[in-house]
């Protein structure tokens, strides 16, 4: 399942992820979007199915993903390799939670 915000909300990306790719999408729509298909009535097709309760989970990970960015070497990355980056992700994740 992909969750995006409005700025991917677009038919081409959801008949992308859902026909070539196999991918549940959950993306909301523009309001522009809305008033579009409802003005062409029937022809304008369903609107997109929403599961808001997985939606609300894409708002705490943005919000981690804010915090780790706190953290200057993870923000810019300064390790070379990728086993390094990722212990200094766990790292900051211990004491992240640690401060809850």
Same mark, same amino acid.
């Given at each position: 399942?992909?969750? &995006?915000?409005? +700025?991917? /909300? /677009?038919?081409? $990306?959801?008949?992308?992820?859902?026909?070539? #790719?196999?991918? #549940? +999408?959950?993306?909301?729509?523009?309001?522009?979007?809305?008033?579009?298909?409802?003005? #062409?009535? =029937? &022809?304008?097709? #369903? =609107?997109?199915? /929403?599961?808001?309760? +997985?939606? *609300? %989970?894409?708002?705490?990970?943005?919000?981690? $993903?804010?915090?780790? *960015? %706190? !953290?200057? @070497? $993870?923000? /810019?990355?300064?390790? *070379?390799?990728?086993?390094?980056?990722? +212990?200094?992700?766990?790292? &900051? @994740? $211990?004491?992240? !939670?640690?401060?809850?």
């Amino acid at each position: 399942m992909v969750l &995006a915000d409005q +700025a991917c /909300s /677009s038919r081409e $990306i959801r008949d992308h992820l859902r026909r070539r #790719r196999g991918i #549940r +999408a959950e993306i909301p729509e523009r309001a522009d979007q809305q008033t579009h298909r409802r003005r #062409r009535g =029937p &022809a304008g097709g #369903r =609107p997109p199915a /929403s599961d808001h309760r +997985a939606y *609300k %989970q894409r708002n705490t990970v943005e919000r981690c $993903i804010d915090r780790l *960015k %706190q !953290w200057r @070497g $993870i923000a /810019s990355r300064y390790e *070379k390799t990728a086993t390094i980056y990722l +212990a200094g992700l766990h790292i &900051a @994740g $211990i004491l992240l !939670w640690s401060a809850r």
